[in-house]
């Protein structure tokens, strides 16, 4: 059981480009997120989707894009990458809206220069 | 304002040396509190949900506690294994997730 898979572990960017982070999970929950971890700071919810079709904003939502095509997937896109958007980046799912039993996949370090 | 606080920042322990982190909480209403366990370079692990003060959750050298401000995170006898970052987050009723800095936790063999 795979669990949640986010690719790739490492990215550089250079200021301007757009990427997009992908992360999967094998487990059919309906609930999926992104959160951003920076030092210093705790996690931070960016966007987040309570089923195929249906996403919303976390606290910080701006820069980034998401959507939800398949129970499956849960792309983030960054538009416009900017030096503030250096963080590690982490993938969750669960079956209830939250951290509630919440499995993380192993997460994206992304520079941006 | 909704908010999460964990003390220590850091704690060296000896092994086998018992001891407690703390989780304090404020927030509108609370819909859970939660414990995970992080690694180095790795995501979170999932350890406890609470819901309400007075409840109770064990697992292994672990046990976890809650109050109306705060939650505990005892460890009883703890191993090398036992080190690393343990974070605590709440979730009110308008689905509001804050997470906590974490506190580092480094047993000594």
């Known amino acids: 059981n795979a669990g949640v898979t986010q690719t790739p572990k490492f990215q550089v960017l250079k200021t301007g480009q757009s990427m997009t982070l992908q992360c999967a999970q094998d487990m059919n929950h309906e609930y999926m997120s992104w959160y951003r971890q920076d030092p210093g700071m705790g996690l931070r919810l960016i966007h987040y989707?309570?089923?195929?079709?249906?996403?919303d904003q976390g606290e910080v939502p701006n820069g980034y894009n998401v959507s939800r095509s398949t129970t499956e997937d849960f792309p983030l896109r960054l538009l416009s990458a900017a030096p503030s958007q250096t963080s590690v980046y982490f993938c969750?799912?669960?079956?209830?809206?939250?951290?509630?039993?919440?499995?993380f996949g192993q997460g994206t370090r992304l520079t941006v220069v | 304002e909704d908010q999460v606080t964990q003390s220590p920042e850091a704690l060296r322990l000896q092994e086998g040396e018992s001891s407690s982190l703390n989780c304090s909480y404020t927030v509108s209403g609370l819909r859970g509190l939660f414990w995970y366990r992080q690694d180095p370079g790795k995501g979170p692990e999932f350890l406890f949900t609470l819901y309400s003060a007075g409840e109770e959750k064990e697992k292994e050298r672990l046990k976890a506690t809650l109050t109306k401000k705060e939650s505990f995170l005892h460890i009883t006898a703890p191993k090398p294994e036992d080190s690393a970052t343990y974070l605590c987050?709440?979730?009110?009723?308008?689905?509001?997730?804050?997470f906590g800095k974490g506190t580092r936790l480094h047993i000594l063999p």
């Open positions: 987050a709440v979730q009110d009723w308008g689905d509001k997730i804050i």
């Open positions: 989707s309570v089923g195929a079709g249906i996403t």
């Open positions: 969750a799912s669960s079956t209830q809206q939250g951290p509630f039993e919440a499995f």
